[in-house]
């Protein structure tokens, strides 16, 4: 056997403990029993700390010095090597003593972070982030960065993105967005209230699994539950599944969430057979895996043609709730714009200035800009400043998100990285596929899928974010697609 296989051979086993600690924390958040909580704790530690052990060991050091001097490399093998060393890295510069601060600093600060929220008391959680804070700088120390300690934990999430190409990157579409909204706001609103009933959740959870199927999530690699935060996970190579949550009264919701879901689904279902077990079987970055949930949830469901195929199914799944209510009210129903305090339910337009908030207020906060106990005060300026709204309490301003609490910085740009994206591939698709919007309108997105498949999906890790975009649509990365999207459709609606 040659280093590279002895290498592929070990990662296999690296990649069950991965998916073997998806599958016991999939079932941590759909079926285990309260009081089972210590013990899957105890395990999902105890797998995590033999992936560890062999991920970082260093008989797998010798052979990646061997592999990577190998001659006559295939592409396949130069990325895979890329990926494993990243990921092997990472691990290996922190000291164990700080990645064990840090689980058990994060783990204190969730039971606070979620009393903090229900008193709507910020002051209480306050300690327990400056103290986050610190551990994260320390982090980026080992790490190693330029200008700002944030540029260090950025690559968690999405490679090749820099505080300063961020800000260059999401400068327009801020402008642009607090422009838009302006003009929007002046303008007649839009009436939403037949909404306003009660969906009984047994039948929105059908049409939901109907519509999903339709787009081409395949269950029998798939199945859906119910979770108190939607989320979508793989537990190995035809085992990609979702979870959504149902409320009585708000019924595109749970809908919209499915297909979000759905769409991250859809992009594992399409990951090559021949890279399970290996460092490609994933998405090069959070930013292009969101690309793929938005393009399904905003650019598909949120369309006109996707409601005229849909909304007289819909009538027959709730027989009398609709009656009177036309294609054209549902489509600008379910794009109502309107500045609201919560980032998860913001519509279209508003959605990324919310995210530009919190990445604005990250990068202070690391480059010594801003205090922690300063926080407060400085997110709600930003919501009056880019959105236009007073926020009333800090349980609907900064403590809203549990992101900080996991020490996640640098994971909220990936949202509206993955935005850009989505608008960039949409306008290739639709020169690609001059009948994909009728296609839609008949219910049909094989030939959408397969696109997703052949451009995107195929493709795994194998190239970096940036690059793999700029393959598919043939642009440099701007978000001046997404714009014209935005432009284009909601001068069109209001
Ligand atoms: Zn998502």
Redesign the pocket.
């Known amino acids: 056997m040659t280093p590279f296989q002895k290498l592929e051979e070990s990662y296999a086993e690296v990649a069950d403990l991965a998916h073997s600690i998806s599958l016991l924390s999939w079932d941590q958040q759909t079926q285990m029993p309260p009081r089972g909580a210590e013990a899957r704790g105890n395990q999902i530690a105890t797998l995590e700390g033999i992936l560890h052990e062999r991920l970082t060991a260093p008989a797998l050091g010798d052979l990646l010095d061997q592999a990577n001097s190998a001659p006559d490399q295939t592409d396949r093998q130069r990325a895979w090597l890329r990926e494993f060393e990243f990921s092997r890295a990472r691990k290996m510069t922190l000291p164990g003593s700080l990645v064990k601060e840090l689980a058990l600093e994060t783990s204190r600060a969730f039971g606070v972070w979620s009393q903090a929220r229900k008193k709507s008391d910020f002051a209480l959680f306050a300690p327990n982030l400056g103290r986050i804070v610190e551990l994260k700088k320390q982090e980026a120390e080992c790490y190693g960065y330029e200008k700002t300690p944030w540029n260090a934990l950025v690559p968690d999430y999405e490679r090749g993105l820099t505080a300063d190409s961020i800000t260059t990157l999401f400068a327009p579409l801020r402008d642009a967005t607090t422009r838009l909204l302006d003009r929007i706001l002046g303008s007649k609103q839009i009436d939403t209230s037949f909404l306003n009933q009660k969906w009984d959740t047994g039948i929105q959870r059908e049409f939901g699994l109907r519509v999903a199927r339709d787009l081409g999530y395949d269950m029998a690699s798939g199945r859906q539950d119910i979770a108190a935060h939607p989320f979508c996970t793989t537990i190995g190579h035809g085992d990609v599944r979702i979870t959504t949550r149902y409320s009585e009264s708000r019924l595109l919701d749970a809908l919209l969430g499915t297909i979000?879901e759905a769409g991250?689904a859809m992009y594992e279902q399409g990951l090559p057979e021949s890279d399970a077990r290996s460092p490609l079987f994933d998405a090069p970055g959070l930013g292009v895996?969101?690309s793929q949930?938005r393009f399904w949830e905003i650019r598909i469901a949120h369309s006109r043609p996707f409601w005229s195929h849909y909304l007289p199914t819909l009538k027959q799944y709730f027989p009398g709730q609709l009656d009177g209510v036309d294609d054209e009210a549902f489509y600008r129903a379910a794009n109502k714009v309107e500045p609201t305090l919560i980032r998860v339910e913001a519509d279209e337009v508003c959605y990324n200035l919310h995210v530009i908030i919190r990445f604005e207020l990250e990068v202070r906060i690391f480059n010594g800009e801003l205090s922690v106990a300063d926080l407060p005060a400085a997110w709600n300026d930003l919501y009056k400043r880019y959105l236009g709204i007073d926020v009333p309490n800090d349980a609907q301003g900064c403590l809203q998100d549990v992101h900080w609490a996991y020490g996640s910085f640098g994971y909220f740009p990936t949202y509206t990285v993955g935005n850009i994206y989505c608008a960039m591939l949409t306008e290739k698709m639709q020169a690609d596929i001059p009948t994909m919007w009728d296609d839609c309108a008949a219910g049909r997105f094989d030939a959408i899928l397969g696109w997703l498949r052949q451009n995107i999906h195929r493709h795994g890790k194998r190239f970096g974010a940036v690059e793999l975009i700029e393959q598919a649509t043939g642009h440099k990365v701007s978000c001046d697609a997404l714009i014209r999207h935005l432009e284009g459709k909601y001068s069109e609606i209001y």
């Open positions: 979000h991250h895996h969101e949930s």
